[in-house]
Nanobody, 125 residues
Framework: QVQLVESGGGLVQAGGSLRLSCAAS????????VAWFRQAPEKEREFVAA??????????YYADDVQGRFTISRDYVKNMVYLQMNSLKPEDTAVYYC????????????????WGQGTQVTVSS
């Protein structure tokens, strides 16, 4: 069993930055892939970014609308995953969730076994 806890959300002006953290407890992240998703009011949960180890090395994946602005990273020693968000836009406003152990494609939120409780990110214009 893995417990995930997100932190780092808050209120920021457009163009600003935030860094979200995802801490795992119970045991280490149970699979190589850890992802961030977000959900805005009345919208479906959507993929933001994921980090996985592949035979070619550590690989990061991003949704098109955050590519170049967000960076996902992983600290194996601290058992943490981070999401650095720069150049934030009002449309980035959502609850951000950390997820682990995908049983389907990494972009499919329904395939993840473990979830955190979420952290609110609000970007004002």
């Amino acid at each position: 069993q893995v417990q995930l806890v997100e932190s780092g959300g808050g209120l920021v002006q457009a163009g600003g930055s935030l860094r979200l953290s995802c801490a795992a407890s119970g045991r280490t992240f149970s699979s190589t892939t850890v992802a961030w998703f977000r959900q805005a009011p009345e919208k479906e949960r959507e993929f933001v970014a994921a980090v996985a180890n592949t035979w070619t090395g550590r690989t990061a994946y991003y949704a098109d609308d955050v590519q170049g602005r967000f960076t996902i990273s992983r600290d194996y020693v601290k058992n943490m995953v981070y999401l650095q968000m720069n150049s934030l836009k009002p449309e980035d406003t959502a609850v951000y969730y950390c997820a682990n152990d995908p049983r389907r494609d990494y972009r499919d939120y329904e395939g993840y076994l473990y979830w955190g409780q979420g952290t609110q990110v609000t970007v004002s214009s």
